[in-house]
């Protein structure tokens, strides 16, 4: 049996803490589907109170792929991820079920949906400009990079030291301007893409609260579980929200309630650039969220 060619993808998207697990739980217990994750630090393997990774038994018996793909170590791409991801709608369809797929990391999102071509890296040339960057500083790897993509850097907080690198990085190798290939609001398969929308206000009330119940829960411990697995040596995991903080805090550097307190504002400014990544799109039908979501009207939108 496979889903007719007619049944769409479904993506639940917005910033952290707006209630998307929940969602794509629920949605799949009634659409008969199968959850894809689109959390880029979810795919590492033993980050789970860090990243509000569902347990298993949160699960409630839901297949879920693209979860603890990736030791500490390696560095999430989005070529592979585009790959793998496709490879698990194409499946998930020919079982017969709903490919749904929940998360909060956009270009990974776009990557599964949409038409887009993943430019070559090089790590030569991503090490060059990653020790520039150290000696520079991002404000001056942003000057250049909009000096030589002006596009692109509009495109870029100029705060994201690691967008920069990679843009700069796809301009060198390919000779042509990094938002050249930046993704086209094209879907590859029928999608339905439904974003959830919270109060601002309620949204820093929710990642406060998460911030203090992941330490709670063992952030700490579950870092000094991984420094031995090579989480230093991680330039993606190290550098993760949350994980970053406690480092600091077992290196000395922090104690903890200076940790938890950056943890909750990074995490709130990660959540801005995450509406502001979705809010353009004109695909993503808003739910609002902020006392709760209501799943028949949602399961109207996908219909």
Partial sequence: ???PADVPIVAVVGATATGKSGLGLDLAERLDGEIINADAM???RGMDIGTAKLTPEQRRGIPHHQLDVLEVTEEASVAAYQEAAREDIAAIRRRGCVPILVGGSGLYVRAALDRLEIPPTDPAVRGRLEAQATDAGAEAMYHLLRQRDPAAAAQVQPANVRRIIRALEVIELTGRPFSASM???E???PAVVI????????????????VEQMWRAGLRREVEGLLPLGLRDGFTASRAI??????????GQSTEPEAIGETGRATRR???RQESWFRPDPRIRWVEATHGIEIDEVLALVA
């Fill in 1 to 3: 049996m496979t889903a």
């Fill in 42 to 44: 979810q795919l590492y």
């Fill in 183 to 185: 993704p086209s609001r």
């Fill in 187 to 189: 879907f590859v398969a």
């Fill in 195 to 210: 974003g959830l929308s919270v109060d601002r206000s309620i949204l820093d009330q929710r990642i406060d609260a998460r």
């Fill in 242 to 251: 949350g994980y970053a903080q406690a480092i600091s805090v077992i290196d």
């Fill in 270 to 272: 990660f959540a801005r």
